[in-house]
């Protein structure tokens, strides 16, 4: 059974910095693709950032691009997002997921490129 589990969040000042973690286990995840969504109250859940299979690409929504990075360790079946400079706009339910295919290539930023979903991990950047 396939599980991703995301952890990390939590509630931090305006220009400050979190790392969420998201552990997979159940699948050999050194072949996927896995990225990172959120979702705002009353919002579509939208896309983050996303990793290559490979590791040797990434790709980044707009709002996110330069203060957001994704990083995986295959090793350890585990993906990363380093999120610096937070501000209000970044509160969110954060959600890692693997893609569908394996060794395809990106961008992976739709949520019908995943299969697998975490229960998401709750991200609140006060002002």
């Known amino acids: 059974q396939v599980q991703l589990y995301e952890s990390g969040g939590g509630l931090v000042q305006a220009g400050g910095s979190l790392r969420l973690s998201c552990a997979a286990s159940?699948?050999?995840?050194?072949?996927?693709?896995m990225g990172w969504f959120r979702q705002a109250p009353g919002k579509e859940r939208e896309f983050v950032a996303a990793i290559s299979w490979s590791g040797g690409s990434t790709y980044y929504a707009g709002s996110v691009k330069g203060r957001f990075t994704i990083s995986r360790d295959t090793s350890q079946n585990t993906v990363w997002l380093q999120m610096n400079s937070l501000n209000p706009e970044d509160t969110a339910v954060y959600y890692c997921?693997?893609?569908?295919?394996?060794?395809?290539?990106?961008?992976?930023?739709?949520?019908?490129?995943?299969?697998?979903w975490g229960q998401g991990t709750q991200v609140t950047v006060s002002s």
């Open positions: 997921a693997t893609a569908k295919v394996n060794y395809g290539e990106g961008p992976y930023t739709t949520r019908t490129q995943y299969a697998y």
């Open positions: 159940g699948r050999t995840f050194s072949t996927y693709a």
